[in-house]
């Protein structure tokens, strides 16, 4: 399975949301062994490794035109449930498994691969991590993704965090591997557009109250009447009915309804670089799209409007020289980023990152560990922290959640086929789906609102 010069490199991706695919396919670009994997993931490549594609299914499925908007090609790319996954990865042969998934996800995959190579001389090497910046549920998702061979930490900062967990719980740390967010790139900001542009980064679930989300529509539509000469866009990330990784139930579409924004006001959509190409000022409350915005050198702020809160996770930006109010931007702020911060997050603005290097070789020690475990005679079985005996009371429910048993096997029943269906019952899954996310979406909201009367 080593990588050689008559044989591409194989790799799979399994992703669950449009942002993990995007975060799985691009790092898979960037960490395999190979000349110039960043150029071929590019349309004109003419060499490289060959991609596989599985999108999860379930509520974050991303819709075809979440997928174009993201703006990576595979080779192929199929939706599938955790059990045809595992399917699959037992009929063909793959070098490299990325698992860009939330992190039950990645433990019952890691738990259900487990089992599916018992006994084999040669496996994929497992890559897992995280699509952005880590302000929440540090040991809890770090103790899922446990089990890969490489656990990846977008910077030195992340690395150091990573290891202190799981050699705080006596878990092997040596799978913690340093690089930077993957789709960090573009053109650097060379000063001011005509027209000068202030673009609002929306989350789908940071602030997640009606209150919240109308208070930040009407400041951005505000800052919009009192700087008539500049152009401002709220940059969406979902059209009403797509999911993303994270649930929306208050869509700024359906708020700005409500209002007279004035015609220097524009709603977009598309790829998040496209929209730096054009951007002077990066408002937002803690999405990555900072930290994109900060790597091109865009001033960027983060908001303090609702406060400093771990909820909001505009706590992670503490020390970076970007908390800011809209007061101050209306009054023609312009941040200075702390290039001593940004360095630390795996953010390169011209300097190096953390540690001396740079982003163009932040990928080096991945590549160069998985080229190493490629040509090893054969690797160890996966082995995931949490096992039947060290969590029997929590593991069970997430691999039940993908119709796993607790020894990783599909249970009874599970949903899965051996050949495509017939028309008729791709109709009726279509529609059981789209019920689904209707539930999800719209009806689940207005549950829990009444609840709450």
Sequence with gaps: MPPSTSKPTRIAVLADSDTRWKWGALTAARIVPGPSMEAASREDAQVGPELSGFLLRGRATPTARQLAEVGVRADSLREVTAVEFLRAMAEEEYDVLVLALVGGGVQAMLHGLRRLWEGRERRPVVVTGYVGVVYEKLADGLLLRHGADLVLANSRQDAERFRTVYEGVGADASSVTEVALPFLGGAAYEGEHD???VVFAVQPSVPDTRKDRT???DRLIRHARLHPEREVLLKLRSKPGEHTTHIEEQPYQKLVQRLDPPANFRLVYGNMGEVLDRTDLLVTISSTAALESLHRRIPTVVLTDLGIREVLGNHHFVGSGCLASWDQLDAGHRPVADEEWVARQGVAT???LSGGGSYETAFDVARERIAKLLAAPELPPLAPYYTPATAPGYLP???????????GSPLPGAPAHEKEPGPVRQIVR??????????????????RRMGEL
Aim: glycine share 16%; proline share 11%.
């Design 350 to 352: 011209g300097g190096p």
């Design 195 to 197: 027209p000068y542009t």
């Design 397 to 407: 429910g997430i691999l039940a959640r993908h119709h796993l048993g607790p020894d």
């Design 215 to 217: 208070y930040l529509l």
């Design 430 to 447: 279509r529609a059981a789906r789209g019920a689904y996310r209707h539930g999800v979406q719209r009806v689940a909201p207005v549950i």
